[in-house]
């Protein structure tokens, strides 16, 4: 991954939710079934970087009234003023799943915690490098999609590229709120524009930037509970062609009823028409009707919440009756894989060894005592000018500092010295958006940034403490470099010095051979 130079210290403190600490956050990287490592990829402003601070406020690193509008993830100045993702970043949120819920997750699991790793990724094509890197090191992916312009050309790119390395993807569909709010659609068009967008799959939708989203799980746990009836069996009613008939109180798949009356939608009806009654109650100033509706819904406002009116008092009660996290957090910790259980169809691809060695086996079974393999996808520039963080993931093992470890360069080759060191980590750390926090060690099935390795690799690598290793697969790119420029020295006799740029994946340097005191770059 990549993150700001400039806000990226050890020395910074490192900001968590006052019942969580960085020793609880390292008990739980000990439960690798516990453990979602995911990306956020979407089209550039598709909302991707609003919907991560949604998530971030659950374990309070943000207040929840500045989520929708403080950039936590954006640590460059540069990303602050352009309001767009220029460079991924990680930051890890706890989650406890509701122990109800605990059957539906279809994976092996220690208890209801949840350390779920994320990083916000560009969405602007000319950062595509940025989401390989971040793709590499995670499992599952968030894709979020623009309710209005729908699935777009980067939309695809990256949802390519997470398939390409077997990611499986979640999908939530964003911006709602201007979907009601500006272009005033009806129930049925809302329904149809879902359902071009995406046909089946788990999906999510709500609004990033007012702090709210729902599931249709979500809305059969309602139901199920107040008509107690089975949650599964609600679910498939919710979507689809499936009309409930009030009169007869029977389901039909048949849109009208047997004396020839139009019947409704079941989404619609179950599901879009308390969103819209909210909507119209709100936006149309129906003070009348707003309390009774909160009171119905069981939301209770603030004292300092009730003088609220118009668009102001419509986020904080639509983010009251569905808070985005919740529905978010939930569907990854329900449908994305655990490292335990990614890393067992995951190995073919990441590791270029014979599937029978030492490593494989450690990275299959996410094995925390087995050798170490780590890969490091990213250089993160550090507040110190020239130093770096290796940041990447450790896929078997624990990494500490102290014990030597052989750092392979991707151009390694078994048996060579070419690309080879043997050195130690001077420390590991904890990277939470523009923070860092110190950590003992890292198991296998966690991100983690290391300290004392920059000298050594220039963009990505594998570290490994076996003596006859293979290295990780290297980083598949979208895009090549399609401008070369030459640079030499001004005097011949001088050497040419590292021509390279460590934050740039994609950026390729070679040396001429003819003539020595010349250097190419291809970006």
């Known amino acids: 991954m990549s993150f700001s130079s400039a806000l990226f210290s050890d020395r910074c403190p490192l900001i968590f939710p006052s019942n969580l600490t960085v020793d609880q956050i390292r008990e739980l990287m000990d439960r690798p079934t516990n453990i979602r490592n995911m990306s956020a990829i979407a089209h550039v402003d598709h909302g991707k970087s609003t919907l991560t601070y949604s998530l971030v406020s659950k374990p309070g690193i943000i207040a929840g009234s500045k989520a929708g509008d403080m950039r936590f993830t954006d640590t460059r100045d540069d990303e602050k003023e352009r309001g767009i ?25 220690v208890g209801n915690e949840f350390l779920i790793n994320l990083i916000d990724s560009p969405g602007h094509v000319d950062s595509s490098l940025e989401v390989t890197a971040a793709l590499r090191v995670t499992d599952g992916a968030l894709v979020v999609i623009d309710c209005i312009e729908g699935v777009c050309v980067q939309t695809e790119t990256v949802l390519r590229q997470a398939l390409t390395e077997r990611i499986k993807p979640v999908v939530i569909i964003n911006k709602v709120d201007r979907a009601l709010l500006e ?18 799959g788990t999906v999510a939708f709500g609004s990033g930037l007012h702090r709210w989203g729902f599931t249709l799980r979500q809305f059969a746990a309602r139901y199920a509970k107040k008509f107690g009836v089975d949650k599964e069996n609600m679910m498939t009613k919710l979507w689809g062609d499936n009309f409930f008939n009030p009169a007869t109180r029977k389901w039909t798949t048949v849109g009208t009823s047997a004396d020839g009356k139009p019947l ?29 509706m909160l009171e119905k819904l069981e939301i209770k406002l603030a004292q300092d919440e009730r003088d609220l009116e118009g668009k102001a008092l419509l986020k904080v009660v639509m983010r009251k009756f569905l808070p985005a996290d919740d529905s978010l957090l939930e569907m990854i910790v329900i449908n994305l894989p655990s490292p335990a259980t990614a890393q067992r169809y ?39 000018k020239g130093r770096f963080y290796a940041f990447g993931r450790v896929f078997s093992g624990t990494v500490k500092s102290g014990p030597k470890i052989r750092i392979q360069g991707p151009n390694y080759l078994p048996g060579k010295k070419d690309g080879l060191f043997v050195k130690s980590v001077q420390r590991t750390v904890l990277m939470m958006g523009r923070y860092v926090g110190p950590i003992e060690d890292c198991p296998a099935g966690n991100i983690v940034g290391l300290v004392g390795l920059d000298q050594f690799l220039l963009k990505s690598g ?62």
């Open 85 to 109: 993702t220029i460079k991924s970043t990680a930051i890890s949120v706890y989650f406890e799943v509701d122990k109800e819920d605990l059957p539906a997750i279809k994976q092996k699991t």
């Open 183 to 200: 272009l005033q659609v009806d129930k049925e068009s809302l329904y149809q524009s879902f359902q071009c967008t995406i046909e089946s």
């Open 264 to 292: 409704e939608r079941a989404f619609n009806s179950f599901v879009l028409e308390p969103i819209f009654k909210i909507f119209d109650a709100v936006m149309n100033f129906k003070k009348d009707a707003i309390g009774p």
């Open 346 to 384: 995951r190995v073919e691809t990441l590791y270029e060894g014979p599937m029978d060695d030492e490593s494989a086996i450690g990275i299959r079974d996410c094995d925390p005592k087995g050798p170490i393999v780590l890969y490091v996808s990213k250089m993160v520039p550090t507040s110190d």
């Open 462 to 523: 594998t570290l490994t403490t076996l003596e006859t290793p293979h290295n990780m697969r290297v980083m598949r790119f979208s895009v090549s470099p399609v401008v070369q420029v030459a640079v030499e020295v001004k005097n011949a006799a001088d050497t040419v010095q590292d021509a390279g740029d460590t934050t740039q994946p994609c950026l390729l340097v070679f040396y001429s051979h003819h003539r020595p005191h010349q250097a190419h770059r291809d970006m």
